[in-house]
Every structure is written in C-alpha cells, then in structure tokens.
C-alpha cells in the first residue's frame, strides 16, 4: 500500500467540489479503501450501538421528511440486493425509513429539500435544508445543531467555504438532474481512531511528537443523488481510518502531507490542528 499515491496527494488541497460521475453499481461500495477486510463488519455494528444507545446524538428528522425517506429506504434496498445479492438485509418496519436504511451501510445518510426565503415570492431564493439525518460517523459536526438549516449555515464553521464553494454548491445542488449519482472525496486527520468524533480535538495536553500511532488519516467518500418523487436530494457519507504510519516507509508521501499542512491558510490550519502534527510527522523522516 504504501506504494501507492497517499490520499493527500490524489486529492490534493485546495477548497473544491472535485466532483465526478458515479455509477449505479459502485453507489455504495462493499470494501474498504485500505483494504480493511472488517472494517465494514465493525462500521455497522458501531452504528447499531450508538442509534440503540445515543439516538438523539445521530439521528434527527424533521415531519415533513417521512415520505422521501421512505423513497431513500426503497432506493437503498432495492440497489443492495441487485448489486449486493449476497447481503442479508433485515429492515425493521417499526424505525423510522431513514433510519432503517442506514442500519444497513456503514454510509451515514443526509437527507436535503428545497426551501425557499422571502416566503416564497416570486423573488424567492431556493436554498437546500437539512431535514433528516443519520449521522453516526460525524466529522467534527453536531447533527442537532446544524437541522433545519441551509448548505451555507451548515458549512459556516469552515474557512473559505462561503467565498469560494458557497455559490458553486447551490449551483450544483439547484442544478442536479435525477438519475446521475455524483461522488467526491476528501481527507482530514485527526488524533486518535473515533468514527464518532463530533468535536475537533484541540487537546491542551497533547505533546506533538508523543507517539506517530495516534495520529489517523480520515476520508470521506460522499456521494449525491437526487430522489425521483421527491426531488429532495440525498447525501450519503461513507468514512475510512488508517493510521498515517501507514505511509511511514514513504518519505515523499510524508514531506507531501507536511507541504500541505504548510501551506492552508491560517484560518485552515487553526480549523483543522495542523498544528497538532506537523511535529511528530517530521520526526517520521527522520530515520535510526
């Protein structure tokens, strides 16, 4: 593996959509990125853990998004068993459709409508709002906080998105034709393995240098699609960890991650600790 490009130097850094075609079959992959024979096994069952016991944490839905998901859960089901035959699928009726569909993937589901400002005058401004999510592997977000809320409200916290990304997306979003699956992927790291990690860890007691071991690659393969009754438009967010030793043998993939913690902008790098890990990933270069 450590042959191959790393993440960070497939995808680059810069703020982007980076979007491209997906098709039906390779919707909701089976394996891992890093070839983790059991990471699915344990996505699932981690997910089953927190919606049995931390539901409000990572599952929210709004009145008004019963019948899409009932549309997500019958898209879901009906992909797995033409391009996963082999899947046992047992849906509960009593759950919530959302949430029924999401016990069946590793992927988290978001599910996004259409409203509009102005109360809806012919001047009015469609904007996208979160109105159900299962959100069991959040990336430093709150599901609870961002509810009800537009792609602009939800993407606040970071740097930049509103000036560069911000118009694009809706663009993307107000523009998106049903039947086509769109997919993209991006990476971030983070201090320790947790899917679940709500909240950034800024930790005041974290000594750079300490341990190489604890510092994890997160990517995020997301894809997008647009519901043919509905119209509404479902997010799916499938997450992969391995640790950056992984590429510990590779000394340009490391002198390339180093560059790209470099050169983020300050508001960047505050938003994304680079500062926690620059520290210990030159000591990875430097070889006894």
């Known amino acids: 593996m450590t042959q191959k ?3 960070w130097q497939k995808l680059g850094l810069n703020l982007k959509m980076g979007l491209r075609a997906c098709d039906e079959a390779h919707w909701l992959p089976l394996d891992d990125l890093f070839d983790d024979d059991n990471a699915r096994r344990r996505q699932l069952s981690a997910k089953a853990d927190l919606l049995d016991h931390r539901h409000e944490d990572v599952f929210s ?11 997500v859960l019958k898209m879901i089901t009906g992909h797995l068993v033409t391009n996963c035959p082999d899947l046992s699928l047992n849906v509960d ?4 459709p959302l949430e029924a569909a999401a016990r069946l993937l590793p992927e988290d589901l978001l599910l996004l409508a259409p409203c509009h400002s ?3 005058t012919p001047a009015s401004k469609v904007h996208w709002c979160l109105i159900a999510g299962a959100l069991c592997f959040p990336a430093h977000w709150v599901l609870k906080k961002k ?3 537009p792609l602009t409200e ?3 916290p970071v740097p930049h998105y509103a000036e560069v990304l911000g118009n694009p997306v809706e663009r993307f979003f107000n523009s998106m034709k049903i039947g086509p699956i769109s997919m993209r992927m991006n990476w971030s790291l983070q201090a320790n393995d947790a899917l679940y990690a709500p909240v950034r860890l800024h930790q005041p007691d974290w000594v750079p240098g ?5 510092i994890y690659l997160r990517v995020e393969r997301q894809t997008f699609r647009k519901l043919a009754r509905s119209g509404h438009i479902l997010f799916t967010i499938r997450t992969y960890l391995t640790p950056v030793s992984t590429w510990q043998d590779n000394d340009e993939a490391i002198e390339d991650l180093l560059s790209a913690l470099g050169d983020m902008s300050p ?13 210990t990933l030159r000591k990875m270069l430097v070889k006894p």
């Open 5 to 7: 490009p790393a993440p």
């Open 61 to 71: 839905a709004l009145p008004n998004s019963t019948a899409a998901s009932v549309e």
């Open 93 to 96: 009726p009593s759950l919530h």
């Open 118 to 120: 102005n109360n809806g």
């Open 147 to 149: 509810m009800n809320k």
């Open 154 to 156: 939800i993407h606040e």
């Open 210 to 214: 300490v341990n190489h071991d604890q």
């Open 267 to 279: 508001e960047m790098r505050h938003y994304k600790g680079a500062d926690l890990y620059e520290d």
